[in-house]
């Protein structure tokens, strides 16, 4: 019996078979089990002899079951832990890596330049007053210009603003009459459009304004000139159109000579040569007064562009709505622009 039971052991393979042997011979029904039951027919001198030698053949098979279950359990884990491996050598997941949005690098980039030039950056609310938005900059309730803008009206008074042109009269008013000026202002802004390629209804502005004694034309389009030649390259030119805002007089449109350019090089853009990215002009003397700057003392000059507009045209974005969708193989394509 002892030999047949550590055989088996020997050649079992899975703790259910060890299970199995145990029960065979060890178990109430078991080959070694019925052997010691069957002492009590044997003679007194036989008894202690048999019994010892039976006891001894339960002690091996158990240490044996033991030292077999121990290795099983060992070679278990072994097979694991093989299976666990790292392959240090593989290659490892690329992590992925966000970036600014295009939108945000343009306007930072904006930012900069004129930092560059003394402006400071300030901002205004998007949720602005009648007064701020309109009234301030010299277009009175009922003014016809008022419909150049299509206004989400809150209430009578409160409107999501249409032009980031309120933070000019907010910071000349803040300033007090009697310092000069000079400050950009980023931000969101709001206008009833039907979206398309060129319409949003939000988008982005930027406001610039410069109040000083003796600031004339020349100051604005020198400004504005700098601001182009860095943004789009030394060789452009500007050039500025008689336009009209209630809140400038003069007023003027700011065109830029045009190359188009995309992965295969530079051409001259269609039709005249000439792209127009921005409105600005001379503050008008009610702004000034309504601010509490005294009109023959102060000038200044205010302008005001689309950042999208901007970006469109550098980098040949054909879609506004492409700045708003998140398509991240659009925004992937700027990361390192
Ligand atoms: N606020 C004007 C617009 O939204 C732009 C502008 C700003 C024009 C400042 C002149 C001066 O169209």
Redo the contacts with the bound molecule.
């Keep these: 019996i002892e030999r047949e039971a550590l055989n088996k052991i020997a050649d079992a393979e899975s703790m259910k078979e060890l299970q199995e042997i145990k029960v065979a011979y060890l178990g109430k029904k078991g080959s070694l089990t019925s052997v010691l039951r069957g002492m009590g027919k044997l003679s007194k001198e036989e008894r202690p002899v048999i019994g010892e030698f039976a006891n001894r053949v339960r002690e091996n098979i158990t240490t044996s079951l033991d030292e077999k279950t121990e290795s099983l359990e060992q070679m278990a884990l072994e097979k694991q832990l093989e299976k666990e491996t790292i392959d240090v050598t593989l290659p490892g997941r690329p992590i992925k890596v966000g970036g600014p949005h295009l939108l945000t690098k343009i306007i930072e980039e904006i930012e900069d330049l004129f930092i560059g030039m003394g402006f400071e950056v300030r901002e205004g609310p998007e949720v602005e007053t009648d007064f701020y938005n309109f009234e301030s900059l010299n277009l009175p309730k009922n003014h016809p210009a008022r419909d150049m803008q299509d206004t989400f009206f809150i209430s009578k008074e409160l409107l999501m603003r249409t032009?980031t042109?309120p933070v000019q009269a907010r910071t000349m008013r803040a300033y007090g009459g009697d310092k000069p000026v000079k400050m950009i202002s980023p931000g969101k802004v709001y206008r009833r459009d039907t979206d398309d390629a060129t319409h949003s209804h939000q988008f982005t502005?930027i406001?610039g304004l410069y109040i000083d004694k003796n600031v004339r034309m020349s100051d604005l389009k020198g400004t504005l000139d700098t601001f182009a030649k860095k943004i789009y390259g030394k060789d452009r030119e500007i050039r500025l159109r008689p336009s009209f805002?209630p809140?400038?007089e003069p007023?003027v449109e700011m065109d830029i000579s045009c190359k188009v350019c995309d992965g295969k090089g530079c051409s001259v853009c269609k039709g005249s040569g000439w792209i127009e990215i921005l409105?600005?002009?001379m503050v008008h003397p009610n702004v000034l007064s309504m601010a509490g700057y005294d009109p023959d003392v102060y000038s200044g000059f205010?302008?005001?562009m689309g950042p999208e507009r901007i970006a469109m045209l550098k980098y040949g974005v054909n879609d506004i709505r492409q700045f708003y969708t998140n398509d991240i193989r659009f925004l992937k394509q700027y990361h390192k622009a």
């Design positions: 032009q042109s502005q406001e805002f809140f400038t007023s409105g600005a002009g205010a302008f005001g």
